[in-house]
RNA sequence: CGCGGGGUAGGGUAACGGUAACCCGUCAGGCUCAUAACCUGAAAAUUGCCGGUUCGAUUCCGGCCCCCGCAACCA
């Protein structure tokens, strides 16, 4: 069911920018801008935020193996993550009043601003503190060394040479204050994190004890991130930073009518991310939150990696990497964000290779949807028949539009793929069954009654699945919407076979 | 014994205490409105391995093996 006009927000993780946007990360903006066209076609008004975070050590590395400075290389870079929206269809140029798109860069000088004074609060609340951090230095290296590269607690190099400890200062948030409220939070929200596996997953890290952690970095090793409050030594490690643009996108901490607007007033942000950063976004971000006195976002939607054949992971070495880039251009934005709302578990890891995405291609866009409107529409136009369109605001009357609608509600995003698709199949066969193509054709009047009357169904079928595909393709729904209302077969093939 | 998730027909996935479903592929029919598309049917899975609970387990419990993520390197 629509529900009455209102504000919904949702974010992606910004992608870190220290490599050219794969496909994993066209995948994550796929799925939050398919449930945000949902809501909008739902009425409600959208804020969707996306972005790129741009400070801390691989950045800082990636610039220095390139011989430029950090700013030079982020400036350099970020447009191509701009121009990845653009080419998923999430353009930032929204022509719809109701569907605002924002792009923040965690260097812009708003938001740096705004992770400072987040910091002062956050300190000012008493959940910061300064500590001594040790650190194994293994003399032989001359290097510091970190849990994972030791073996027995040794330098593998060095193995007789005992580590050196060394001791330095940084910056410590109180998580471990926070225990006992997000598992408040979590009680009070079910469904916070989705899926609930990984909600369960969250509850039994918060209950085993989340342990304080380092915020900061000492300048004179890593300088390439936002400045601590009145403490030039330091930097703030970047995804305290980096968390901070959710609410910095919507004008916190200055323009606090945006913040009530589509913060307070919505509930919070729905925040897409990957597996790898659930601690991150359901926990540590939640208690820096309450940590600084705001409310908590509304729910973390946690989505699984994309893979190469066989689970395998993809990498420029194996050679199974996929350029959205490439897709887009040889088969459309459609077909890609198809691929990503149909054959990726909205959940769970699953497998990318162009043969999969060819198979996929033909089997449900040219011989299933693009085909179904070819010859639907051949014999409606041929013979004028049509009947009356259900308003979009109503379209939930139909049974499969409310399974859809459901699916959608619990960001399982293939189930409600898999409606729509299962009403085109089932389309095909009502064809197949009742024939009307013979039936037009026949002698008799009660037999050309019976064949108008199955295609004016048919007809206004067609018409409801090309609204519910309006959030997964939005290009495809809108050129099947006006040659139903203008009840002509399409002069080429919607898609074409490959 | 660190924590969590996963292991289902040739490939990819779904379901979940009671006849294991879907897509691709394969084989055999049918149809001709449509993009050589579409429809019907068939073959194909002892649901990772071992044990337990149960009238009955893919589904619950225990152990083991393998894969992925996390475990304050980095994000």
């Not at 054949?309 to 199974?320: E, F, I, W």
């Not at 409600?416 to 193509?437: K, L, T």
């Amino acid at each position: 069911m629509p529900e009455s006009q209102k504000r919904f927000y949702i974010t992606t993780t910004l992608p870190y920018v220290n490599a050219e946007p794969h496909v994993g990360f066209a995948a994550e903006i796929i799925r939050a801008d398919i449930i945000a066209r949902w809501r909008r076609l739902n009425g409600d008004q959208v804020f969707f935020n996306t972005g790129t975070d741009e400070h801390g050590a691989k950045i800082h590395q990636k610039a220095r193996s390139m011989s430029l400075e950090p700013q030079a290389y982020v400036d350099g870079i970020y447009g191509k993550f701009v121009d990845l929206l653009a080419a998923v269809g999430a353009p930032l140029d929204m022509a719809d009043e109701g569907f605002k798109r924002n792009f923040i860069r965690t260097t812009d000088p708003h938001h740096v601003m705004a992770a400072q004074e987040f910091w002062k609060t956050v300190d000012k609340n008493g959940y910061i503190y300064k500590k001594d951090y040790s650190i194994k230095y293994c003399i032989g290296c001359e290097l510091e060394k970190t849990e994972s590269e030791l073996v027995n607690g040794r330098c593998p190099l060095h193995p007789l040479q005992e580590l050196e400890i060394i001791h330095e200062e940084n910056y410590f948030f109180r998580f471990s204050s926070f225990k006992e409220k997000l598992l408040a939070l979590y009680a009070a929200a079910p469904g916070f994190v989705v899926p609930n596996a990984r909600f369960n997953e969250i509850k039994a890290f918060i209950e085993r004890g989340p342990e304080d952690f380092s915020i900061s970095r000492l300048a004179s090793k890593m300088p390439w991130g936002i400045p601590v409050p009145n403490d030039p030594e330091q930097v703030m490690y970047v995804w305290f930073d980096a968390l901070v643009d959710y609410i910095s996108a919507i004008g916190w901490p200055d323009r606090l009518d945006g913040f009530q607007a589509w913060w307070v007033e919505t509930g919070g942000v729905v925040q897409y991310c990957g597996k790898d950063n659930l601690r991150q976004q359901a926990a540590m971000w939640q208690a820096m939150l309450m940590a600084a006195g705001l409310p908590p976002s509304k729910a973390i939607v946690v989505d699984g990696f994309i893979t190469g054949d066989g689970g395998v992971k993809m990498s420029k070495s194996l050679g199974n990497t996929i350029d959205p880039f490439d897709i887009v251009k040889t088969y459309g934005t459609d077909a890609l964000r198809y691929y990503a709302a149909r054959e990726l578990s909205p959940f769970e890891d699953s497998p990318f290779t162009v043969e999969r995405f060819k198979e996929a291609y033909n089997a449900s866009l040219a011989n299933g949807i693009g085909n179904l409107t070819s010859r639907i529409l051949k014999l409606t136009s041929t013979y004028g028949i049509s009947s009356a369109l259900r308003d979009k605001e109503s379209i939930y009357s139909d049974e499969t539009a409310r399974a859809y609608a459901e699916s959608m509600a619990a960001y399982d995003i293939r189930s409600a793929c898999e409606h729509v698709w299962a009403r085109i199949s089932a389309m095909d066969g009502e064809i197949q069954a009742a024939q009307p193509f013979k039936l037009l054709k026949s002698e008799a009047a009660s037999d050309i009654e019976r064949g108008k009357a199955v295609l004016a169904k048919l007809y206004a079928e067609l018409w409801v699945v090309a609204v519910l595909l309006e959030p997964i393709m939005p290009h495809t729904a809108e050129a099947i919407q006006s040659l139903v209302k203008s009840n002509s077969m399409p002069e080429a093939p919607l898609f074409m076979r490959i």
